[in-house]
């Protein structure tokens, strides 16, 4: 019998899969509930037991009376979705927006070129399923990113020949759409995040639909990611784990990949891996995929059964580049250049997240600043909606057009958005301009080229 199901086998190549499972000494088991004055509390130690988790309490990176005062006042969302209910201090923020965050994806961009070239379908879904586990150790950091102003943008030109559009779409609830492009894929995501508050850690769905067309062939690939759950928000040192599937299937021929993402246990065991199959249209296993998100990529040719192939080996996909040492937020050296004004187009929009006051005076250090300018913009995002509701007015994106398709997603549905093309008719005339204005100098108005409809 093929292993359709990773997790389910019995032996053979993923063997440890089945102990690991099976001995949920899972980190989620690693809790001191009841602690005097904070009931519902649960700790959680990645690296440790359940005996050192009141230890970990203690830990992290809030003072004792912030942390105290926090907690009673989140405790009333428990089981709620607070992606946008509540107001956060920018102690906890990394100077990035979840717009830019998106274009992280590019990274490895590579590994989407390398598909589109391959004859070989199965090795197309090796290099395109390793670029879709390449940006989970970005996403490992436990700072959260700033939420986008409704019609503010980040644009990322020409990185290794990737241009790269995303825009806020929606604010409740809180959508982004995504289109990036170069001469061998395109890129389409839209993207709207539910939450589920627990008291001391939040589950993160990605509800999205994401899709790359592989330009030779026209391939479509649709990518549908595991859940993600944040843990210590507020008492001891936040961690970030995954666990679940990744399936990305080949919309036109029916091969799929499906990789499951260990949950953490005791001690870190199991921390970061992942293992998986490359299927055909008729669910049969081709190649075996194994190695950990934050680290590296490995593929292997297997029989019927999941085996390795006699004579194979198992060869080396993906490696993570080199990445700072010691950095604040843990950022690579690629999230340091979306930051920058590097990666800027000629005439930057001035709804760019590189130009929110809020981004900037966090990235300098000043965090009393940074809160007041957070402030002041989401002020201003009200009053805007108020006069939109007063003229009977609607919000319309700029470059991204709402479809009437409705795509239905393990934790809910989702309205589709697509690219409509304006972009990259605005972006040749930008680049032919002779304005050679500093990007710098441009003060942040997401405001200017927002479309509204009565």
């Known amino acids: 019998m093929a292993p359709n199901d990773p997790k389910n086998s019995g032996g053979g190549f993923f063997a440890s899969l089945a102990s690991s499972i099976s001995n949920l000494g899972s980190a989620m088991t690693k809790s001191v509930n009841g602690l005097v004055g904070y009931e519902g509390l649960e700790v959680i130690n990645p690296e440790g037991s359940t005996e050192d988790a009141a230890e970990e309490a203690n830990r992290g990176r809030w003072k004792q009376e912030d942390r105290d005062g926090y907690w009673k006042m989140m405790q009333k969302y428990i089981g709620s979705d607070v992606t946008s209910m509540v107001t956060l201090p920018v102690i906890i923020f990394e100077p990035m927006t979840m717009l830019q965050k998106m274009a992280e994806l590019m990274e490895y961009s590579h590994l989407l070129d390398m598909a589109e070239k391959t004859d070989d379908p199965y090795m197309r879904m090796v290099y395109a399923s390793s670029w879709a586990i390449s940006v989970y150790y970005a996403f490992q950091r436990t700072w959260k990113p700033f939420n986008p102003i409704l019609g503010e943008t980040y644009e990322m030109a020409n990185y290794n020949g990737v241009n790269f559009i995303s825009e806020q779409v929606s604010h409740h609830p809180p959508m982004s759409a995504g289109h990036a492009e170069n001469e061998h894929f395109t890129y389409d995501c ?130 993570l580049a080199d990445v700072p040492k010691d950095d604040k937020y843990q950022y690579t050296h690629f999230a340091h250049k979306i930051n920058s004004f590097d990666t800027a187009p000629k005439k930057l929009l001035p709804s760019d997240s590189r130009l929110r006051p809020d981004r900037y005076a966090l990235e300098m250090g000043d965090m009393s600043k940074s809160g007041n300018e957070k402030s002041s913009l989401e002020e201003r995002q009200r009053a805007e909606k108020r006069t939109r509701e007063e003229k009977g007015q609607s919000f319309t994106p700029k470059w991204f057009d709402i479809t009437e398709e409705v795509t239905p997603t393990p934790w809910g549905d989702l309205e589709v958005y697509q690219f409509n093309g304006k972009y990259s008719e605005h972006r040749e005339a930008a680049d032919s301009s002779e304005d050679n204005t500093d990007p710098k100098s441009i003060q942040f108005n997401p405001w200017q080229f927002q479309d509204l409809s009565t």
């Open 190 to 319: 839209t993207s709207k995040l539910k939450t589920k508050f627990l008291g001391n850690s939040i589950d993160v769905y990605p509800v999205g639909r994401t899709r790359v067309t592989l330009k030779r062939d026209g391939v479509v690939l649709d990518l549908v990611p595991p859940l993600t759950k944040v843990h210590n928000l507020i008492f001891g040192r936040t961690w970030v784990d995954s666990p679940g599937e990744m399936i990305m299937t080949n919309l036109t021929t029916g091969d799929k990949v499906v990789l499951y993402f260990q949950p953490c246990g005791w001690f870190g065991s199991g921390r970061y891996e992942v293992d998986g199959y490359v299927y055909n249209a008729s669910e049969e296993p081709k190649i075996l995929m194994t190695g950990k998100w934050n680290e590296s990529m490995s593929y292997q040719q297997c029989d019927g059964e999941g085996e390795p192939l006699p004579g194979t080996e198992l060869k080396e996909v993906w490696k």
